[in-house]
């Protein structure tokens, strides 16, 4: 069993920059790939970003390419999305997720995901 708990969103102008983390509790962090996701009002829930167990590996989707980044700390049982040239569509609830497996371009799909954060609020202002 794992849970997690997100932390960190927030209101920031576009152009700015916030880092989400999750904390997740458990001996096992270190067994998971870990993803972010995201959920825009009256949208569905989309994939973020995902990083492997060790952290060597990370995918991305492509509208957050080259201004997200994800890292892990297993020392810290954390996982962040530091998220810098915010635009207002990048305003959403942003949850963070476990998955048992490393998928690669695969961990962008919901259903594979064991574990799910309660979310945390990102908005960002025009």
């Known amino acids: 069993q794992v849970q997690l708990v997100e932390s960190g969103g927030g209101l920031v102008q576009a152009g700015g920059s916030l880092r989400l983390s999750c904390a997740a509790s458990g001996r096992t962090f270190s067994s998971y790939a870990m993803g972010w996701f995201r959920q825009a009002p009256g949208k569905e829930r989309k994939f973020v970003a995902a990083?492997?167990?060790?952290?060597?590996?990370?995918y991305y989707a492509d509208p957050v390419k080259g201004r997200f980044t994800i890292s892990r700390d297993n020392a810290k049982n954390t996982v962040y999305l530091q998220m810098n040239s915010l635009k207002p569509e990048d305003t959403a609830v942003y949850y963070c997720?476990?998955?048992?497996?490393?998928?690669?371009?695969?961990?962008?799909?919901?259903?594979?995901?064991?574990?799910w954060g309660q979310g945390t609020q990102v908005t960002v202002s025009s």
């Open positions: 990083i492997s167990w060790s952290g060597g590996s990370t």
């Open positions: 997720a476990a998955d048992l497996l490393w998928r690669g371009s695969g961990s962008r799909w919901q259903g594979d995901y064991d574990y």
